[in-house]
């Protein structure tokens, strides 16, 4: 039994399964439910340590997780390892600390063999971006398989092919992992991630390149290029940055959490 391990569960998110269900329960005591009059198919959420994007990140999965789904394709940026393309994940189980999620095995090497940017390359594997949404998969969806895509330097475009192969199944669940700018001041940040709610939300590609500074761009221009030409609703649902939790507005991270659907 080969397993995609965390590596990143005790700093960026809990090592302790009660610890995350407090998180999670915090999360869902502080926000109002409301109808969305959306089905999902797909989320772009947050990948930063809990205590500053979790709560973005849960309202996106909290409103997802009324749909039923068979496997979620959890699709981020590389942050450590340069590579052309992306990796999908190959090994049979996906570790959390709530407990492990099968990985579609069979499904990955489809896709594997249908797009040759996907390869399998394990030092991918060692990434927060994804992994960051695991724990928050495994809480909402039981039973669901898993898909892990990261990706590197890669032409949005050839994402979007992919996102809209995905899309035609409607027991897909596709999430994109991204944080918006990086270490701006606070001011500073929500001008150009002003940039990057407006472009998602009028699903206005061009937009993108006039100051959005995305980490995970690519995955965030897929999905919206997929909605386009999927016909999908794109509502943002959450935006904050990391002074909300710090109090230090010199160098802020944003964080952003969408809803896509029909």
């Known amino acids: 039994m080969t397993m995609r391990r965390a590596?990143?569960?005790g700093s960026f998110?809990?090592?302790d399964e009660k610890e995350i269900k407090k998180y999670i329960e915090h999360f869902n005591n502080s926000f109002t439910v409301n109808n969305m009059d959306?089905?999902?198919?797909?989320?772009?959420?947050p990948h930063a340590g809990y205590i500053y994007s979790g709560f973005t990140a849960n309202i996106a999965f909290n409103l997802s997780s009324k749909q039923k789904f068979k496997r979620v394709i959890v699709i981020g940026p590389s942050h450590k390892v340069y590579i052309k393309g992306a990796s999908i994940a190959l090994y049979d189980e996906y570790e959390t600390p709530l407990g492990n999620i099968k990985i579609d095995k069979d499904f990955s090497l489809e896709?594997?063999?249908k797009y040759d940017f996907l390869d399998f390359d394990e030092e991918l594997h060692y990434e927060h971006s994804t992994e960051t949404q695991a724990p928050f998969i495994k809480n909402y969806f039981e039973g669901l398989e898993i898909v892990e895509?990261?990706?590197g330097k890669l032409d949005f475009n050839k994402l979007?092919?992919?996102?809209?192969?995905?899309?035609?199944?409607?027991?897909?669940?596709?999430?994109?992992s991204t944080d918006l700018s990086h270490f701006y001041t606070q001011d500073e940040?929500?001008?150009?991630?002003n940039i990057c709610l407006n472009a998602i939300a009028n699903k206005d590609l061009e937009l993108?390149?006039?100051?959005?500074?995305?980490?995970g761009l690519t995955g965030v221009k897929a999905i919206v290029n997929s909605s386009l030409k999927n016909n999908l609703i794109t509502k943002v649902l959450h935006y904050c940055t990391s002074f909300d939790r710090t109090k230090d507005d010199s160098r802020v991270v944003g964080y952003t959490s969408v809803l896509i659907g029909e």
Not at 208 to 215: L, R, S, V
């Open 13 to 15: 998110y809990p090592n």
């Open 189 to 193: 940040a929500k001008k150009l991630d």
């Open 160 to 176: 979007s092919l992919l996102i809209d192969d995905l899309l035609q199944d409607k027991n897909n669940f596709i999430v994109i």
């Open 38 to 45: 959306i089905t999902p198919r797909a989320i772009i959420s």
């Open 208 to 215: 993108f390149d006039k100051g959005c500074e995305a980490c």
């Open 7 to 9: 590596v990143v569960s």
């Open 111 to 113: 896709l594997k063999e």
């Open 149 to 151: 895509i990261v990706y």
